[in-house]
């Protein structure tokens, strides 16, 4: 290239704005990444027959919820009160119950308390941790699961009558949106 041409050409330059854009878009792009890998704590109901998951949902610490269903050989609504504790784990708070007989609580265990409240029978001050809960669901029992003060989820309506495992487990927010989003879906 002889010197008159390259005087005569005159180098492109870009706005630094552009620059700064392309950088601003590569960072925006590395931190939805980086945020896919953020791990999070999800209450996770898996469809053990299916092996499939059909429901999840974000969880903290000291969240309560509770199970409830109708005693299959009793036919009385028993209720199961939960909190998750600081190792993200279900822990058994209080059972209420309408009947003391065939396969329900006939004893507390050492610093629990049992109340006849006549409608119902309490047993509070429990700490029994869970990793997981198996759960027999079926329409006839009004298996039913609520969050805090939400509307009660009716368990059979997520995978029909069949055997769920209710647990919490920590994932990533990629997977979390992932199993959101096709939870939806079923």
Known sequence: ?????????????????MKV???????LV??????GFFPLH????????KNETVYV???????????????????????????????YRLVLRETTFASSNTGLPY??????????????????????VFSSIDLWVDRKYDNVLL????????LPSLAGD???????TEITAAHYLFLKAKTLFL
Do not use: W
């Not at 004893?107 to 509070?124: D, H, K, L, V, W």
């Not at 069949?162 to 919490?168: E, F, S």
């Open 1 to 17: 290239m002889r010197l008159s041409e390259a005087a005569g050409r005159r180098e492109e330059r870009r706005p630094a704005f």
């Open 21 to 27: 854009g392309k950088i601003a878009i590569a960072g």
């Open 30 to 35: 590395a931190a939805i990444i980086g945020c």
């Open 42 to 49: 999800v209450l996770k109901i898996d469809a053990l027959r």
């Open 57 to 87: 949902r974000l969880v903290r610490l000291d969240d309560r919820l509770t199970i409830g269903f109708i005693h299959s050989v009793e036919h009385c609504p028993i209720r199961d009160y939960f909190t998750i504790d600081r190792a």
């Open 107 to 128: 004893y507390c265990r050492p610093g629990e308390t049992f109340a006849n409240e006549g409608t119902q029978f309490r047993i509070s001050n429990r700490y029994i």
């Open 147 to 154: 969050f805090g003060n939400e509307a009660e989820l009716q």
């Open 162 to 168: 069949t055997l769920l495992r209710v647990g919490i």
